[in-house]
Nanobody
Framework: VQLVESGGGLVQPGDSLRLSCACS????????MHWLRQTPGKGLEWVST????????QYSDVVKGRFAISRDNAKNIVYLQMNSLKPDDTAIYYC????????RGQGTQVTVSS
């Protein structure tokens, strides 16, 4: 099983980023996928979920209206489009097969700072 997150970086408040998570080694097409984020101060926080077919999408209240989750089942990739980024969005972002725990990815750092 591999989950490889990418797309993070240093951006200014109000900017956008698109994160990607390339998955392999499990039945991606039948798996709900989740984005989580982790900071030293807040711990592990659930961000968003997408169902196996892509129709079901859920967001935490703090990112609703700014972030958009999507997936490409042909490429086994899940995305997180992040718009109107705020300093509080600074975290390491992980994709996971579980809503509550980290998976095998290494995460990608997102830093929002002026």
């Amino acid at each position: 099983v591999q989950l490889v997150e990418s797309g993070g970086g240093l951006v200014q408040p109000g900017d956008s980023l698109r994160l990607s998570c390339a998955c392999s080694g499990f039945n991606f097409h039948n798996s709900a996928m989740h984005w989580l984020r982790q900071t030293p101060g807040k711990g592990l926080e659930w961000v968003s979920t997408i169902g196996p077919g892509g129709a079901l999408k859920q967001y935490s209240d703090v990112v609703k209206g700014r972030f958009a989750i999507s997936r490409d089942n042909a490429k086994n990739i899940v995305y997180l489009q992040m718009n109107s980024l705020k300093p509080d969005d600074t975290a390491i972002y992980y994709c996971s097969r579980d809503r509550f725990t980290l998976d095998r990815g290494q995460g990608t750092q997102v830093t929002v700072s002026s």
